[in-house]
């Protein structure tokens, strides 16, 4: 049955800009009481206020997910509602270059963050779902949990490890009809992210050609809360990338990797940074990054259409192969 989201408390890491900040905005014109969290507590007041004017009542909770004592308080104040109806689990962090040339800080930031801060999350919500008997907790991963991220290797290890772990969580809780644990597979996304997170290449990075709005993925996960299922995918991109893995993943990865180094050599030159790992951005930087209305070299758009070439071809000569 469709779940009523009005009066019903929401969770939301990460909300202080991008996906998290539009989901906010979306679950409060549905009414819904919201509890919102990240690390840049005046980006998180902004946030609040829109969300007020749409009607919603709102807690402000700035919050570490890599800090478990922290959310398990997070948990605390959300529960000052009575309840905790949905959480969604939606902190990332990315850092693109080199295995090699990334600081190995980097790499555990990543990791801390897009996987153990997931951890800490579900680990405060679950044991409040299972004594309330209900409960829905979302977690935000990406195509990046179906086909790895060469240049990116934590996040594509973080996401990778996160959707094992969200299929863990829900055959433990198989036997709770009323807890629900629920994945997000987005393709490519016009928010700040790219623009907030470590650049260890000395290039300037860009995101590819058909980017979606991010009030597309806050409005899909509004329909989870409301109809849960396990998964989700959003995207020509990702139903894609999910074929193309499936079938030759590590050619896939391979030609990822020629096209992105390709890439970082016509990129112009910029100074290395640390992005968002260690403290939020100077700028939070509100829904979106502005991708969609700059030109850029479309090398994942042609990644993608070679992976999807590479996938046909492969679908056919099995065919042919077989007669």
């Known amino acids: 049955m469709r779940k009523a989201l009005k009066d019903a408390v929401v969770v939301i890491t990460g909300a202080s800009s991008g996906v998290g900040q539009a989901t906010a905005e979306e679950f409060a014109k549905q009414g819904s009481r919201l509890v919102l969290a990240a690390r840049d507590a005046a980006a998180l007041q902004s946030v609040a206020k829109t969300c007020r004017e749409l009607g919603a009542e709102v807690l402000v909770a700035p919050t570490d997910v890599t800090n478990a004592d922290a959310v398990k308080n997070l948990a605390k104040k959300a529960m000052s509602f009575g309840k905790i109806d949905v959480w969604f689990s939606n902190v990332g962090v990315g850092a693109v270059g080199r295995f090699e040339e990334t600081p190995i800080e980097a790499h555990d930031r990543v990791l801390s963050t897009n996987l153990i801060g997931h951890f800490h999350d579900a680990h405060a919500a679950i044991p409040i779902f299972l004594k309330q008997r209900h409960g829905t907790f979302i977690n935000m991963i990406s195509l990046g949990g179906f086909a790895s991220t060469p240049f990116a290797a934590a996040y594509s290890a973080s996401k990778f490890g996160l959707r094992g772990f969200s299929e863990a969580l829900r ?11 629920c994945d997000v597979y987005p393709t490519f996304l016009d928010t700040p992210g790219v623009a907030h997170g470590a650049n260890y290449t000395g290039r300037r990075l860009s ?19 409301q109809n849960p299922r396990p998964s989700m995918t959003l995207g020509v991109m990702a139903d894609l990338a999910r074929v193309a893995h499936l079938l030759a993943p590590n050619t896939t990865a391979r030609l990822l990797a020629r096209l992105t180094t390709r890439y970082l050599k016509q990129a112009p030159r910029v100074e290395k940074s640390h992005g968002n790992l260690f403290r939020p951005p100077a700028i939070a930087g509100g829904v979106e990054g502005g991708w969609r209305s700059r030109r850029r070299i479309p090398t994942a758009a042609l990644a993608t259409a070679a992976v999807a070439g590479l996938a046909l071809a492969l679908v056919i000569t099995t065919r042919m192969r077989r007669r």
């Open 207 to 225: 995101v590819p050609p058909l980017v979606y709005d991010a009030r597309r993925v806050a409005r899909a996960v509004v329909r989870l809360a």
């Open 171 to 181: 055959a433990e809780l198989a036997d709770e009809p009323d807890i629900h644990v």
